[in-house]
């Protein structure tokens, strides 16, 4: 999508450094109803022209389940429970025998009741929530998509305070950190965007990282962030 991009009163904004070898990392956002945000961020499994193409087939899959509501309330139900599309794009690929499997972070933020619903699907990294500035993780756990038939994922939901900053990072950020090991790479990580302001700029210039840098990974940024009222 465009970025930046202004939603509901929301800028958001991504960024995608490309690995050596072809692979999925993928972003997209929209508004709904000029109140929800829904957003997701998804890293395919694997490297080669399979992982790439999910990608590729990822976007209309989803912009066809949204078309498929027939009423405002069906959209409604499917804003307020991510997990429905989460389990559609997991049927759908195990159906589509690409071979591969993803993890992704799918979110949907009502900006009039401020409460941001979530699901969580083996993806590492989670997400940065900045109030204050104070950073902190968000919770939640779930599988992997595309591997078990009938999972299940759950929603979380968060209270989102006026002013915030969201960042959402695939696992390829992990590669870049200067530290050893999941549990000192999350503390280094979430150290660096205390009192984040300034958005996609800010994340890129406490990382140090720029687009000429290439590595074993795709490197995908989503950033959320609004200041001030809406």
């Not at 997990?83 to 071979?99: A, D, P, R, T």
Request: charged content about 20%; overall charge negative.
């Amino acid at each position: 999508p465009s970025t930046p991009a202004k939603v509901a009163g929301i800028t958001l904004e991504h960024k995608v450094i490309p690995s050596l070898y072809l692979s999925g990392d993928f972003v997209d956002y929209g508004g709904i109803q000029n109140r929800y945000v829904a957003f997701y961020l998804t890293d395919v499994s694997g490297h080669g022209a399979s992982s790439a193409f999910v990608t590729i087939w990822l976007k209309p899959l989803v912009r066809r389940m949204f078309k498929e509501c027939q009423t405002r309330e069906e959209e409604i139900s499917l804003l307020s429970d991510p997990s429905l599309l989460v389990q559609y794009v997991n049927k759908e690929l195990i159906h589509s025998h690409f071979g591969c499997h993803l993890t992704c972070f799918v979110g949907v933020f009502d900006t009039q009741e401020r409460v941001l619903s979530y699901v969580t699907a083996g993806h590492l990294p989670l997400p940065i929530l900045v109030e204050q500035g104070r950073a902190r993780y968000l919770t939640g756990k779930g599988k992997p998509v595309g591997i078990f038939n009938d999972n299940k994922w759950q929603v979380f939901k968060e209270y989102i305070e006026e002013g915030f900053s969201l960042v959402v990072f695939s696992g390829g950020i992990l590669d870049t950190l200067p530290a050893e090991g999941l549990l000192e790479q999350e503390a280094y990580l979430l150290e660096q965007m205390q009192g984040l302001e300034g958005g996609m700029a800010s994340i890129l210039a406490r990382l140090s990282l720029n687009s000429e840098r290439a590595g074993p990974d795709d490197i995908a940024i989503l950033s959320l962030e609004q200041r001030g009222r809406l």
